[in-house]
T-cell receptor
Framework: AQSVTQPDIHITVSEGASLELRCNYS??????LFWYVQSPGQGLQLLLK??????LVQGIKGFEAEFKRSQSSFNLRKPSVHWSDAAEYFC????????????FGKGTHLIIQP | GAVVSQHPSWVICKSGTSVKIECRSL??????MFWYRQFPKQSLMLMAT?????????EQGVEKDKFLINHASLTLSTLTVTSAHPEDSSFYIC??????????FGPGTRLTVL
């Protein structure tokens, strides 16, 4: 069965600093990988996704993620965070396809310090 | 972007009663919708896959007689929590499949059972 691990429950970053959120997955086949952001009162918003091809994926809001098969990782990065990036971030793996039921990690709560 | 709504956003009910939660795709048709459950400070857990015009597929460990899912149209899926108990209190989130590789999430419904 597939699983997703986000080892950092909380991360605090100063505004303007760079960010990396870690995600490791376990999946027997080629994974369909996603990063979502959840803000209070709003639905999960898709930041980016990886299915195949270039292992460096660009997303919305200046985020990018790199798929590393050898490390079973799909870490999310942003070169300079803004206060509005404070939210809960979820990594997820799709089963059998991009729009199949997703298995989520436990999430990382991002705190931005002024 | 595609929009998914949920109603109600918050519901409080007495133990033993049933509660219905609606999930609507507002600007697209969705043959497949998903229902997730999120405990406080926890990840999203897939409960079931809802297909228009057919029976829902439930994940292992989810009681199908307790969580009734109906996907009667291409834009509406409903989740009914029957004979609700305090342990059913949770945040219920739906998503709708869009195209081949994307799903859009609703804002969630917080259920509190007294």
């Amino acid at each position: 069965a597939q699983s997703v691990t986000q080892p950092d429950i909380h991360i605090t970053v100063s505004e303007g600093a760079s960010l990396e959120l870690r995600c490791n997955y376990s999946y027997g086949a080629t994974p369909y990988l996603f990063w979502y952001v959840q803000s209070p009162g709003q639905g999960l918003q898709l930041l980016l996704k990886y299915f195949s091809g270039d292992t460096l994926v660009q997303g919305i809001k200046g985020f990018e993620a790199e798929f590393k098969r050898s490390q079973s990782s799909f870490n999310l990065r942003k070169p300079s965070v803004h206060w509005s990036d404070a939210a809960e971030y979820f990594c997820a793996v799709g089963r059998g396809g991009g729009a199949d039921g997703l298995t989520f990690g436990k999430g990382t709560h991002l705190i931005i310090q002024p | 972007g595609a929009v998914v709504s949920q109603h109600p956003s918050w519901v409080i009910c007495k133990s033993g009663t049933s509660v219905k939660i609606e999930c609507r795709s507002l600007d697209f048709q969705a043959t497949t919708m998903f229902w997730y459950r999120q405990f406080p400070k926890q990840s999203l857990m897939l409960m079931a896959t809802s297909n228009e015009g057919s029976k829902a597929t439930y994940e292992q460990g989810v009681e199908k007689d307790k969580f009734l899912i109906n996907h009667a149209s291409l834009t509406l899926s409903t989740l009914t929590v029957t004979s609700a108990h305090p342990e059913d209190s949770s945040f219920y989130i739906c998503s709708a499949k869009f195209g081949q590789d994307t799903q859009y999430f609703g804002p969630g419904t917080r259920l509190t059972v007294l």
